[in-house]
């Protein structure tokens, strides 16, 4: 069984960071990609970023360079850090796993910026 820990949500000013981790525990066999979606009230689920095992990454077309992406591979965590943050970026933040035959995500973490 496997299990994704999140945290670092929090309520953050207009313009301001917050950094998010999520760690994968449980029976890990493989991890193909890790990454972050976010869903605001009355929206569908976005991708905001996600990251391979191999270093590729790839961002929504929202992020506009603000938001980057990392990864511990020793640790099977990844991590978000969100700069230049808005009210519009204000949602649930989700972790995802790909781990090859099965996907598995977090609870979600709120983040809400006031503006």
């Known amino acids: 069984q496997v299990q994704l820990v999140e945290s670092g949500g929090g309520v953050v000013q207009a313009g301001g960071s917050l950094r998010l981790s999520c760690a994968v525990a449980g029976n890990v066999v493989g991890i193909r990609a890790m990454g972050w979606y976010r869903q605001a009230v009355g929206e569908q689920r976005e991708m905001v970023a996600r990251i391979t095992w191999d270093d590729k990454t790839a961002y929504g077309d929202f992020v506009k360079g603000r938001f980057s992406i990392s990864r511990d591979n020793a640790k099977n965590a990844c991590y978000l850090q969100m700069t230049g943050l808005q009210a519009e970026d204000t949602a649930v933040y989700y972790c995802?796993?790909?781990?090859?035959?099965?996907?598995?995500w977090g609870q979600g973490t709120q983040v809400t910026v006031s503006s």
């Open positions: 995802n796993a790909d781990l090859y035959k099965i996907g598995a």
